[in-house]
T-cell receptor
Framework: DTAVSQTPKYLVTQMGNDKSIKCEQN?????MYWYKQDSKKFLKIMFS???????INETVPNRFSPKSPDKAHLNLHINSLELGDSAVYFC????????????FGSGTQLSVL | GNSVTQMEGPVTLSEEAFLTINCTYT??????LFWYVQYPGEGLQLLLK?????DKGSNKGFEATYRKETTSFHLEKGSVQVSDSAVYFC????????????FGKGITLSVRP
């Protein structure tokens, strides 16, 4: 069983559209994250949720809205997609909120045309 | 704020060569330090970690020593294999609850047979 699973794996869409990426973890972890990896492999945190509560919100445009219906799920909705949103988005999770070991999903490659 | 600086890549080595990937950091307090590895098409995985000065993390033949005096956490392996080809990320986590991982830029390692 995959520990942290994201869907879809690939997402190709037009500028201006709205899309969602889903993430689920079956590890019983309390904290989940969204990271964005650009074309140069630079990885930057976007959001962190602990037990469904937002605890980290980096300077991300408000077109990005995370939603955590329960502590096993953290979805990312993106409105009015722009070319610069093209990247690989990774979901991750960890026990507690201390970052000792993150488990990552395999990523969602988003291409905005 | 916290930051992690990795040497510029990519790095190409022949099988059985010695590997060093440099990493230095800037942080307040006493962060934990990590190396994560990303194999092609996959999410990141924790490779090794060290939580205090002079600790040595090791895994799969890779080692890194937490050097507080030089604020460094260089990754080494005595004899690389083709299967080590991946992207390597140095990261730090500040202490306390609701901390976050700060990643370096990542460096791509290619090992030739």
């Amino acid at each position: 069983d995959t520990a942290v699973s994201q869907t879809p794996k690939y997402l190709v869409t037009q500028m201006g559209n709205d899309k969602s990426i889903k993430c689920e973890q079956n590890l019983g972890h309390d904290t989940m994250y969204w990271y964005k990896q650009d074309s140069k492999k630079f990885l930057k945190i976007m959001f962190s949720y602990n037990n469904k509560e937002l605890i980290i919100n980096e300077t991300v445009p408000n077109r990005f809205s995370p939603k955590s219906p329960d502590k096993a799920h953290l979805n990312l909705h993106i409105n009015s997609l722009e070319l610069g949103d093209s990247a690989v988005y990774f979901c991750a999770s960890t026990i507690g909120a201390t970052n000792e070991k993150l488990f990552f999903g395999s990523g969602t490659q988003l291409s905005v045309l | 704020g916290n930051s992690v600086t990795q040497m510029e890549g990519p790095v190409t080595l022949s099988e059985e060569a010695f590997l060093t990937i440099n990493c230095t950091y800037t942080a307040t307090g006493y962060p934990s330090l990590f190396w994560y590895v990303q194999y092609p098409g996959e999410g990141l995985q924790l490779l090794l970690k060290a939580t205090k000065a002079d600790d040595k993390g090791s895994n799969k033949g890779f080692e890194a020593t937490y050097r507080k005096e030089t604020t460094s956490f260089h990754l080494e392996k005595g004899s690389v294999q083709v299967s080590d080809s991946a992207v390597y990320f140095c990261a730090l986590s500040d202490a306390g609850a609701n901390s976050k991982l700060t990643f370096g830029k990542g460096i791509t390692l290619s090992v030739r047979p």
